[in-house]
C-alpha cells in the first residue's frame, strides 16, 4: 500500500474514526484540481476478448471499440464496453517480442494506445492480483495541472503526462496497491455521441460496428471501492494530493456483524459524484474479516468492487439473472423473508407493494438515509478469487436543478447501503464457509 508522507504523516497519526452516528457531513469543496466525472475504467486480464465478451453479456454492454492487431497496435489487446456514460476497458498483452517494431531508419515504434502499458509491470500485476481494475480514471480539466499539483501534494508518480495525438493529456498517479488513478483531459470538448471513439475516448481506438443490442439499463460508475490494510495512511495519502473531503464513515459498529466486520471512509471530488470508498478490516472477531481475505487473495490492497447505477434495477436484475447461469454473474444469496416482511415499514412510502415483492423476487436490498433512498444487490466474486465483485444499485430522491436549470440527482442520494451491510456480510460469511467446508472435506479425503 502506498504510504502517506510529509504533512499526510500527521494526518495519518491523527486519524480516528468517529462513527456514522457522529459524523457531520459537510463539503469544503476543497479540491486542487477541477475533477469532471468518472471516465473509464480498466480491467487488467489474461484474455481480454473473452473477459470482455463476459462482461459485455452479462451486464448488458456492447462493445464499441477496440485497439489490437487489427487496428495496428501490437502491444496489448483492448476493448471498450460502454453503456450509458459508464466505460469498461479490458487489456491483455502481446508478445513483448512483437510489441515494439522498427521502422527502416531504426527507431523504435510504440504502437500501444495505453501508453502507459507496459509488460513488465502487467505480468507482475496479474501474478499477483489475477483478474483485477488496474486504473480507475477521471476525466479533469487539465491532467498534466493535476499530475503536477497531486505530486506537489505527496502523490506517487506512475505515469508523467503524456500528449496523444495533440489532443487528449494522459497521465497516473498510484492510488493505493497497484491501482493507479488516470487523468484524462481533452484540448476541445468532446461529445460522447460522436461515432468515432478516437474523438471522444483516446486515440487509437477504432468503433466497432454492433453486432445485436445489449442494454440493461446500466448507466455510470456511482462509486469505486478499495480495500486496503490500513485506512488512515490510504486516507490522508489521497485526501492529501487531491483535495477530496470525507463524505460518509463506517465503523465495524456502524456495519459489521457478530462474526466480522469492517472500518470504512467516503471521499469525494467538490460535486460529489466522484466517490472513492475505501475500507480496513477489523481483527479480534470470530471470523476473519473479508477484507483481510481480499488482501490475503490480492496479495495487497487493490479494488474490490464496482458501483453501478442502474436506471431501473428491476429490468436490469432480470436481465442479469437470466444470464447468471450461462456466461453471466451470479449473485450473493438472497437475505431471508423476514428481511422482505419488514421492509414495508422501512420503505413503503417510496416504494410500491408490487415493487417490495419485485424486491424479494430478485434479493435486491433496500436502504434509505435522511435524503433518498438506495436500492442495492452484490454479485459473488466475477473471477477466481475472491476478490473484485460488483454492485448494481438505484438511488431514489434526491432531484436538483443546476444553474442552467438542468434536473440532476445528487451524489450519493440514499447513502451506501449502511443497514444492508450486516446482510452483505453474512451472506459473504455464508458463501465463506462453504468454501472453507469443500476444503475441509478435501483434506479430510487426501488423509
Known amino acids: 500500500m502506498v504510504k502517506a508522507n510529509g504533512?499526510?504523516?500527521?494526518?495519518?497519526?491523527?486519524?480516528k474514526l468517529i462513527g456514522f452516528s457522529n459524523?457531520?457531513?459537510?463539503?469544503?469543496?476543497?479540491?486542487?484540481?477541477?475533477?469532471?466525472?468518472?471516465?473509464?475504467?480498466?480491467?487488467?486480464?489474461g484474455d481480454a476478448t473473452n473477459t470482455a465478451r463476459?462482461?459485455?453479456?452479462?451486464?448488458?454492454?456492447?462493445?464499441?471499440?477496440?485497439?489490437?492487431?487489427?487496428?495496428?497496435?501490437?502491444?496489448?489487446?483492448?476493448?471498450?464496453?460502454?453503456?450509458?456514460?459508464?466505460?469498461?476497458?479490458?487489456?491483455?498483452?502481446?508478445?513483448?517480442?512483437?510489441a515494439a517494431s522498427q521502422t527502416p531508419n531504426g527507431p523504435i515504434i510504440n504502437s500501444a494506445s495505453i501508453p502507459t502499458f507496459d509488460h513488465s509491470v502487467f505480468h507482475a500485476f496479474s501474478a499477483s492480483h489475477g483478474l483485477a481494475v488496474r486504473a480507475i480514471a477521471v476525466e479533469v480539466e487539465d491532467a498534466?495541472?493535476?499530475?503536477?499539483?497531486?505530486l506537489a501534494h505527496g502523490a506517487k508518480p506512475s505515469a508523467s503526462p503524456l500528449l496523444l495525438d495533440n489532443r487528449v493529456v494522459l497521465a497516473e498517479?498510484?492510488?493505493?496497491?497497484?491501482?493507479?488513478?488516470?487523468?484524462?483531459?481533452?484540448?476541445?470538448?468532446?461529445?460522447?455521441?460522436?461515432?468515432?471513439?478516437?474523438?471522444?475516448?483516446?486515440?487509437?481506438?477504432?468503433?466497432?460496428?454492433?453486432?445485436?443490442?445489449?442494454?440493461?439499463?446500466?448507466?455510470r460508475l456511482d462509486h469505486a471501492v478499495g480495500n486496503v490494510s490500513e485506512l488512515g495512511p490510504a486516507v490522508a495519502y489521497?485526501?492529501?494530493?487531491?483535495?477530496?473531503?470525507?463524505?460518509?464513515?463506517?465503523?465495524?459498529?456502524?456495519?459489521?456483524?457478530?462474526?466480522?466486520?469492517l472500518n470504512s471512509v467516503v471521499l469525494a471530488n467538490n460535486d460529489e459524484m466522484v466517490l472513492l470508498p475505501m475500507n480496513e478490516p477489523v481483527y479480534g472477531t470470530k471470523r476473519k474479516s473479508q477484507i483481510q481475505t481480499y488482501l490475503e487473495h490480492n496479495e495487497g490492497a487493490g479494488l474490490q468492487h464496482l458501483a453501478l447505477v442502474s436506471e431501473d434495477i428491476f429490468r436490469t436484475l432480470r436481465e442479469m439473472r437470466s444470464r447468471s447461469g450461462v456466461g453471466g454473474f451470479e449473485f450473493m444469496p438472497s437475505p431471508p423473508p423476514t428481511y422482505y416482511k419488514n421492509l414495508k415499514n422501512r420503505a413503503g412510502d417510496v416504494l410500491t407493494e408490487e415493487q417490495i415483492k419485485e424486491c424479494e423476487e430478485l434479493g435486491i436490498l433496500v436502504d434509505r438515509d435522511d435524503q433518498g433512498t438506495l436500492l442495492q444487490i452484490f454479485t459473488k466474486p466475477v473471477g477466481d478469487r475472491p476478490t473484485i465483485f460488483v454492485e448494481i444499485i438505484q438511488r431514489v430522491g434526491c432531484m436538483l436543478k443546476d444553474e442552467e436549470g438542468k434536473v440532476y440527482q445528487k451524489g450519493g442520494c440514499g447513502g451506501f447501503g449502511k443497514g444492508n451491510f450486516s446482510e452483505l456480510f453474512k451472506s459473504i460469511e455464508e458463501y465463506e464457509k462453504t468454501l472453507e467446508a469443500r476444503q475441509n472435506a478435501v483434506q479430510s479425503a487426501a488423509t
Open 7 to 15: 504533512n499526510e504523516n500527521s494526518a495519518a497519526n491523527d486519524f
Open 144 to 150: 498534466e495541472l493535476a499530475f503536477n499539483t497531486s
Open 54 to 98: 463476459r462482461f459485455s453479456w452479462g451486464l448488458g454492454m456492447p462493445l464499441i471499440a477496440k485497439s489490437d492487431l487489427s487496428t495496428g497496435n501490437q502491444a496489448h489487446a483492448s476493448y471498450l464496453l460502454r453503456s450509458g456514460d459508464l466505460c469498461f476497458l479490458f487489456t491483455a498483452p502481446y508478445s513483448p517480442s512483437i
Open 23 to 45: 459524523f457531520v457531513r459537510s463539503n469544503p469543496r476543497s479540491d486542487r484540481f477541477k475533477v469532471k466525472r468518472f471516465h473509464h475504467v480498466e480491467f487488467w486480464c
Open 238 to 261: 489521497v485526501k492529501g494530493f487531491t483535495g477530496f473531503h470525507e463524505f460518509a464513515e463506517f465503523t465495524a459498529e456502524d456495519v459489521g456483524t457478530s462474526e466480522s466486520g
Open 173 to 219: 498517479v498510484q492510488l493505493y496497491g497497484d491501482v493507479v488513478l488516470r487523468y484524462v483531459s481533452y484540448k476541445d470538448p468532446t461529445n460522447v455521441s460522436d461515432p468515432n471513439p478516437e474523438n471522444w475516448f483516446l486515440p487509437g481506438f477504432e468503433s466497432v460496428p454492433a453486432s445485436f443490442p445489449l442494454d440493461f439499463g446500466i448507466r
